[in-house]
């Protein structure tokens, strides 16, 4: 996949957006330039069935509008269903073979990791980026794994210097740096957007911040 798409992914549920409406919040997002997008629908409210279908949807439209691929977590059948550009599936999501077996070559393929096994593994069954994290603490997510700072991103990168690779974790204008600098491509963030007041102002300082620490670094 293109690198560049990676460089600020937006990940976004409806109970991420404190009672908002998550379509404006998104649509702020993309606005802000964000240049990718996960709908990760889980936790208590979360939307299921025929509402979770057309708030996918709704989603892709957007997404489309702003020319940022629309990927889905976890549930590959509502990726297939709502023509998704792509799935992002973790350690515990099934085997990551039959994922892509199901999906076909084209469709994009994320896998989350932690260490330098799952990385090779995933880069070897054909994932077309990773997220490593968390590269620091997160009050988002609470089945994390411990913290892994980015000195992973570092090892991974050295290791795989074709894998596209995006931070997740606890990421921020301030902690943006670190990750890129250690190979990543770009970071990943639910709250440092969805969580702000101003999530359009959000993505901007963060797009800036990320592309700032790109400069030098070849890509
Ligand atoms: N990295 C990324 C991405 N997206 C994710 N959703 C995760 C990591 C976490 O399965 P997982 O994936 O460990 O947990 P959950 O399904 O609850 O998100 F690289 F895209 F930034
Ligand atoms: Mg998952």
Same mark, same amino acid.
Do not use: W
């Given at each position: 996949?293109?690198? =560049?798409?990676?460089? @600020?992914?937006?990940? &976004?549920? $409806?109970?991420?957006?404190?009672?908002?409406?998550? &379509?404006?919040?998104?649509?702020?997002?993309?606005?802000?330039?964000?240049?990718? #997008?996960?709908?990760?629908?889980?936790?208590?409210? %979360?939307?299921?069935?025929?509402? @979770?279908?057309? #708030?996918?949807?709704?989603?892709?439209?957007?997404?489309?509008?702003?020319?940022?691929? #629309?990927?889905?977590?976890?549930?590959? %059948? &509502?990726?297939?269903?709502? =023509?998704?550009?792509?799935?992002?599936?973790?350690? +515990?999501?099934?085997?990551?073979?039959?994922?892509?077996?199901?999906?076909?070559?084209?469709? *994009?393929?994320?896998?989350? $990791?932690?260490?330098? +096994? +799952?990385?090779?593994?995933? /880069?070897? $069954?054909? %994932?077309?980026?990773?997220?490593?994290?968390?590269?620091?603490? $997160?009050?988002? =997510?609470?089945?994390?794994?411990?913290?892994?700072?980015?000195?992973?991103?570092?090892?991974?990168?050295? @290791?795989?210097?074709? *894998?596209?690779?995006?931070? !997740?974790?606890?990421?921020?204008?301030?902690?943006?740096?670190?990750?890129?600098?250690?190979?990543?491509?770009? !970071?990943?963030?639910?709250?440092?957007?969805?969580?702000?007041?101003?999530? *359009?102002? /959000?993505?901007?300082?963060?797009?800036? /911040?990320?592309? *700032?620490?790109?400069?030098?670094?070849?890509?």
């Amino acid at each position: 996949m293109d690198k =560049k798409k990676l460089k @600020l992914y937006f990940i &976004l549920g $409806t109970v991420n957006v404190a009672g908002r409406d998550p &379509l404006v919040v998104l649509e702020e997002a993309l606005k802000g330039g964000v240049t990718c #997008f996960q709908l990760r629908e889980k936790g208590p409210g %979360a939307l299921e069935g025929e509402a @979770l279908r057309s #708030f996918a949807e709704a989603c892709k439209e957007l997404c489309h509008r702003y020319n940022v691929p #629309f990927i889905v977590n976890d549930d590959v %059948a &509502l990726a297939l269903e709502v =023509k998704a550009d792509g799935v992002h599936i973790g350690q +515990e999501d099934g085997d990551i073979s039959a994922v892509r077996r199901q999906i076909g070559p084209s469709m *994009l393929l994320g896998v989350s $990791t932690h260490n330098v +096994e +799952e990385a090779l593994a995933a /880069a070897e $069954t054909g %994932a077309d980026y990773i997220g490593i994290g968390p590269i620091y603490s $997160t009050k988002t =997510k609470t089945d994390t794994q411990p913290v892994i700072g980015p000195e992973m991103v570092r090892r991974v990168a050295s @290791l795989l210097p074709g *894998l596209p690779i995006v931070g !997740i974790g606890g990421l921020s204008e301030r902690k943006a740096r670190a990750v890129i600098q250690a190979g990543a491509s770009g !970071i990943a963030v639910i709250s440092a957007i969805a969580g702000q007041d101003d999530p *359009l102002e /959000a993505a901007r300082r963060l797009k800036g /911040a990320v592309r *700032l620490s790109l400069t030098g670094v070849e890509m």
